[in-house]
């Protein structure tokens, strides 16, 4: 990437963060300041995960003959917690260093870590973080979807070198589990989980039905008629495209549970909600 466009993106984001007047987005936002006139990093400013990287300008930009090019800069991403452990929970090998860190990620419990990035891998995590900068600030359509998954393939990358802290106990394991279901109830199995997390599927069960009030089949069901319920009033997909996409193969079944959770039809519902915003969407379907 050309060094005058990173130079010039990072120098934007320190300007934003020293007049308190950083742009976040919806669920990423990107500090950054000359350590030597800084030093630590801020108060967290909401309910996030960072990601921080310090380094010298000029590395970063790939340009040792910029000004301030020794200076080293600390570059922070930060990412909606729950968010950020949704997106990587599913391409994680349980068992791997990514999926172990996640399991503390996901229950708020990990400390911060400060690691060094293996020889091999600086220059490409200087290349990620680049690439977020310039993105970040120069906002093109999609530019938060891809800082977000920029973010993630530098977690990918560091995690076999940041120390390992499994979940401490039932109550935390199962944190992370109503995490893979809020974000894949579409594809979640009992068993799938029950494996992925050294459970008995009948174990499990009860574990989740005494935490929620619920079965774990009620519980999938009542995550996908709320994400179905986004799907409606966001877009204009055809109801029967609209359950195929949260579970369904058929339209008989996903009326009948969508008809259950909000006392009507997707297609009236959708009438009825098409211009909320998704908090609004969210009371409503709770009221039911």
């Known amino acids: ?91 994680a090998d349980e ?22 990035t293996p020889d091999p891998n600086k220059e490409l995590m200087l290349d990620l973080f680049a690439a977020a900068a310039v993105a970040y600030v120069e906002r093109h359509d999609g530019w938060e979807q891809l800082v977000e998954a920029l973010g993630v393939a530098i977690i990918a990358l560091v995690s076999p070198v940041i120390p390992e802290e499994a979940p401490k106990g039932a109550d935390e394991v199962l944190a992370v589990i109503l995490q893979e279901i809020s974000a894949h109830p579409e594809s979640v199995s009992l068993s799938a989980l029950a494996r992925r997390y050294s459970y008995s599927t009948t174990y499990l069960s009860e574990l989740i039905h005494e935490h929620c009030g619920m079965t774990f089949t009620e519980l999938v069901a009542k995550q996908r008629m709320e994400r179905a319920a986004m799907l409606l009033r966001a877009t204009q997909l055809p109801v029967r495209e609209v359950a195929r996409q949260v579970g369904y193969s058929g339209t008989s079944n996903f009326y009948r549970a969508f008809r259950a959770q909000f006392g009507c039809g997707p297609a009236e519902w959708r009438s009825l909600h098409v211009g909320d915003s998704p908090q609004q969407t969210y009371r409503a379907g709770a009221k039911k």
Not at 37 to 51: K, S, T, V
Request: glycine fraction near 8%; hydrophobic fraction near 45%; include cysteine.
């Open 1 to 91: 990437m050309e060094s005058g466009r990173v130079a010039a993106a990072v120098r934007q984001i320190m300007d934003e963060t020293a007049r308190r007047e950083p742009r976040a987005g919806r669920n990423v936002l990107m500090l950054a300041w000359f350590e030597d006139e800084m030093g630590a990093l801020p108060p967290n400013p909401g309910d996030y995960d960072i990601i921080s990287a310090t380094v010298p300008l000029g590395g970063l930009c790939g340009d040792a003959a910029c000004p301030d090019a020794d200076r080293k800069v600390l570059l922070a991403l930060y990412f909606m917690t729950e968010r950020f452990a949704q997106s990587l929970m599913p391409i």
């Open 95 to 116: 068992g791997s260093p990514l999926f172990r860190m996640l399991t503390t990620v996901a229950t708020k419990r990990h400390p911060v870590r400060r690691v060094d």
